[in-house]
């Protein structure tokens, strides 16, 4: 069979430049591979549809409900710590720190705010490794 534009020129032909009619009742493959691979990449994430009629099916997981927890203690400790570092680098108070420090009231939580003072410390310019560097000793004995 030849081509309708090209005369001369058959379907499949290595020279011929013309792709072969698709039959319309085949389905587009849509990227998920040919002979040897197991689908669209990602589609082993993908969750599965819950069907009612399967026998595996679970009714209770239907009747659980997701609540979700609230955060714990220390989470909201370092977070608070971090915006009074982070106040702490632009002004360089130190009484700041230590009226904000017992105003957290987590005590128990002290030692994080020393990993996270020198680490943020670390991260940033020569500026604010002083500041910390002159803000744990000056809390030491009252504060920390």
């Not at 819950?50 to 239907?62: A, H, K, M, V």
């Not at 955060?71 to 982070?86: A, E, R, Y």
């Not at 009226?99 to 957290?104: G, I, K, Q, S, V």
Request: aromatic share 8%; proline share 9%; net charge negative.
């Amino acid at each position: 069979m030849s081509s309708p534009s090209k005369p001369g020129i058959k379907y499949g032909d290595r020279h011929s430049g013309v792709k072969a009619p698709t039959r319309p009742d085949e389905p587009k493959k849509g990227g998920a591979g040919g002979k040897g691979t197991w689908g669209v990449a990602g589609c082993e994430v993908k969750g599965s549809v819950t069907d009612r009629n399967d026998p595996n099916y679970d009714s209770e997981e239907d009747s659980r409900l997701y609540v979700p927890r609230p955060l714990p203690p220390i989470v909201n400790f370092k977070s608070n710590v971090q915006t009074v570092l982070d106040e702490f680098f632009v002004s360089g108070d130190v009484e700041e720190v230590a009226r904000a420090l017992p105003e957290l009231g987590q005590a128990e939580f002290y030692h994080e705010f020393v990993k996270i003072a020198v680490s943020r410390a670390m991260e940033r310019h020569d500026r604010e490794r002083e500041l910390v560097s002159s803000l744990l000793p000056s809390l030491y004995p009252e504060v920390l």
